[in-house]
């Protein structure tokens, strides 16, 4: 007993002194933080809330959940971004910011993409970041010299988020829209952070004139008439990913007046079991899965045996969560419904708003 | 003329440590700055150097800066760190796999035996799921150290008979603590497939991100943990040869374990914490530097850190560069390299060339 009460002393003592340690050093970086802006700041708290000053004096407000994200900053104040400029040297590892800071005409403020941002075809002066096995090396990245790093989470590890923000004082951005509303609300975020406010409403405008032609086009398909569809993500080990209510996918979906028959929130992985019993019409399957890798009973349903298996053609328009799903909305529903939408349909981008881009956003869709 | 050869061959063999050992020291140093030279980002050799000098105190001010800024963050801020963080990692993991081999005489065990990574996994998981700030940007690295000691004390604990810790059960509970808290970490991760990805950085080991804080303070519970186990080589040779040896000399073999235990779990939970599970490092380095310098603890034990932090710093350049513009995590590296040699290891331990 007396033995196990010495080894229980030994353990508390090393333990204590350990914590200690750690925490010294927790409460010594708080303490620089606090004498001085440009020393370690020591947290990795979430801010929601951005400031932005514009170029007229104008401050637009804006909370980061109306995108689905947050961000770090290096020595945040009272939970709030507050930027007395717009931001350049944007290093974006998300092909939808990176189209939409395109469209914006905020491309030259781009410095930095992954390599999925294929909207626009990078520039020279963009670097692209390859991080197919691996993650990017932070020395890359602070090379740049970037003014922000916007992302969506996972990228990094948390040690690295701690270097990346408060060793080397590079705010970090995450953006992860879920809903048709959230892109847009990106796009008036990404406005606001680049100074192209007005843009950024015509893009939105955009958007809702053409869906609400779209849902004028279907408007004599009645509910009980839709059909009802699978969304073939890609094969889990225990069942298919696929999206749910909750998600911009779904919303896709709705508005080309296809019924998902998934009714978890998010991008559950659901048994093929519960795909049989759900009997879709149509099995939706992404550009990416090939069709001999279904499951085996999702190649048994009626879809399957009446050949019913729409291919996405290309899901940079499909997945990514920016103002060129309308035509993807278009696409689909033209699939689906021939007699009543036409891919042409979608009003032309750069008559619209007058943007005038170069590379058209909806070339490729159908290909 | 005996006593005179007996001098002789002492002092010849003494000389030959010393080569050995200085070589491996130079090695080291050379591995280090060369380390510091190569990354994603081409810096000028002529920029380093001044970046160097820069940095010593007093003398650093009439250096001219011919460098920009932001190569002096990569150097500074990044390289720097992680190359040193590559040292005194490995340095931990393969004097804790000494110690712990040296603890239960068997040559395939290494500190993660005792539960030291289940409970660092258990540790980070739980700071991952929760998000906690409890102690700002390093809530992850404090859970995992926290946490690890806590679970190699509930496997020492649970090993007591009669007043002793038997090495077997200490060795048999440490592997069916691991596997509980293994299913934990499974059941917190199957929670959470977001979660998944944050935690397979870490449960592959990675030096990248390491800070100055983080890794001045793992370097002053490394050092004192190894120069603790350094003080006791003497007895730790003599539990090399069994406890009964151990006893018949007069060594106190449960304080003894229980001071080489504790320590290694400090010195190696604090290494762990900053690198996630790195493998192989403390398994086949102290078998290493038993073949080049012999099995006595009192040249293994230091021979290890220098073999340890050389073969993970080389592991840390592979890992930085293998890929162009991306780090792999050094875990894997390690695995790379440490399997096959480990293989080969076991091929002369078959052959009777080497004995642990």
Redesign the interface.
């Known amino acids: 007993m007396k033995r196990n009460i010495q080894i229980i002393s030994v353990i508390v003592i090393v333990i204590i002194v350990g914590g200690s340690a750690f925490g010294i050093e927790h409460y010594l970086n708080n303490s620089n933080a606090s004498n001085s802006s440009k020393s370690t700041a020591d947290t990795l708290t979430p801010v929601y809330n951005v400031n932005v000053t514009e170029a007229n004096g104008t401050v637009e407000s804006f909370n980061l959940s109306n995108v689905g994200g947050y961000a770090y900053i290096p020595s945040p104040q009272n939970g709030t971004w507050d930027l007395n400029h717009t931001l350049s040297r944007i290093v974006t590892l998300i092909p939808s910011v990176t189209a939409t800071l395109y469209a914006l005409h905020s491309y030259n403020d781009v410095i930095g993409v992954d390599q999925y941002s294929v909207y626009p075809a990078p520039t020279k002066n963009v670097t692209v970041f390859n991080f197919e096995i691996g993650s990017i090396p932070l020395e890359s990245i602070t090379n740049l010299t970037p003014g922000v790093v916007v992302d969506t989470s996972g990228t990094f590890s948390t040690q690295q988020l701690n270097q990346l923000v408060n060793v080397l004082h590079i705010p970090y951005l995450v953006i992860d829209p879920g809903t048709i509303s959230q892109i847009e609300n990106q796009t008036t975020l990404l406005g606001y952070l680049t100074g192209t406010s007005n843009n950024a409403n015509i893009i939105n405008s955009w958007m809702n004139y053409n869906i609400q032609n779209l849902s004028n086009d279907l408007s004599n398909i009645s509910s009980s008439s839709e059909y009802s569809v699978f969304y073939y993500l890609y094969p889990a080990s225990d069942g298919i990913y696929t999206a749910g209510p909750g998600t911009f996918i779904n919303q896709e979906l709705k508005d080309a007046h296809l019924n998902n028959i998934v009714n978890v929130t998010g991008y559950p992985v659901v048994s093929a079991a519960t795909v049989a019993n759900a009997n879709p019409d149509y099995v939706l399957l992404d550009q990416y899965t090939n069709e001999t890798t279904l499951n085996q009973t999702i190649q048994g349903l009626p879809a399957e045996k009446q050949n019913h298996i729409v291919q996405i053609a290309n899901d940079d328009f499909f997945s990514e969560p920016n103002f060129r799903i309308v035509y993807s909305m278009y696409w689909l529903a033209e699939q689906f419904y021939p007699h009543n939408v036409n891919l042409s349909d979608v009003y032309s981008f750069n008559k619209y708003t007058g943007l005038n881009l170069s590379q058209q956003p909806g070339v490729g869709v159908n290909s | 003329m005996v006593d005179a050869e007996i001098t002789e061959n002492r002092n010849r063999k003494i000389s030959l440590f010393f080569t050995k050992a200085s070589l491996l020291v130079v090695f080291l140093v050379v591995s280090v700055i060369y380390s510091t030279f190569i990354?994603?980002?081409t810096i000028p050799v002529q920029n380093i150097a001044s970046i160097y000098l820069k940095q010593i105190p007093f003398f650093g001010n009439f250096v001219s800066a011919g460098y920009t800024?932001?190569?002096y963050?990569?150097v500074v801020?990044?390289?720097e760190p992680e190359v040193l963080a590559a040292v005194v990692v490995g340095a931990a993991l393969a004097i804790g796999g000494t110690s712990v081999q040296s603890v239960f005489r068997n040559p395939i065990t290494e500190p993660y035996i005792i539960g030291i990574s289940s409970g660092a996994t258990l540790g980070a998981v739980i700071a991952?799921a929760t998000s906690t700030?409890i102690?700002?940007?390093?809530s992850?690295?404090?859970l995992s150290?926290?946490t690890s000691?806590?679970v190699v004390?509930v496997v020492?604990?649970l090993s007591?008979r009669t007043?002793r810790v038997p090495p077997i059960y200490l060795l048999l509970t440490g592997i069916a603590i691991s596997l509980f808290i293994s299913a934990l970490v499974g059941l917190i991760l199957f929670s959470s497939r977001?979660l998944q990805?944050?935690a397979f950085?870490?449960l592959l080991g990675?030096l990248?991100?390491?800070?100055w804080?983080?890794l001045?303070?793992v370097t002053?519970?490394v050092m004192i943990s190894s120069l603790i186990l350094g003080t006791i080589w003497k007895e730790l040779d003599a539990l090399q040869m069994g406890e009964p040896h151990a006893r018949s000399i007069g060594v106190n073999v449960?304080k003894t374990k229980?001071i080489a235990l504790?320590v290694t779990?400090?010195g190696v939970?604090?290494a762990v914490s900053?690198s996630g599970l790195i493998g192989f490092v403390g398994l086949v380095i102290p078998h290493l530097a038993r073949i080049v310098f012999g099995g006595s603890n009192r040249k293994v034990l230091p021979m290890s850190a220098l073999f340890g932090g050389i073969f993970l710093l080389i592991s840390d350049d592979l890992?930085?560069t293998l890929?162009?513009?991306?780090?792999?995590?050094v875990g894997i590296i390690t695995g790379l390299i440490g399997v096959p040699f480990f293989m080969y290891m076991l091929s002369r331990i078959s052959r009777g060339n080497y004995v642990s």
């Open positions: 990354g994603s980002v800024y932001s190569q963050e990569i801020l990044i390289r991952l700030t102690f700002g940007a390093y992850v690295q404090f150290f926290f000691i806590a004390f020492y604990f007591f007043g977001k990805n944050e950085a870490w990675s990248s991100g390491i800070t804080q983080e001045g303070l002053l519970l449960e229980l504790t779990t400090v939970s604090a900053i890992a930085r890929v162009h513009n991306e780090i792999l995590p």
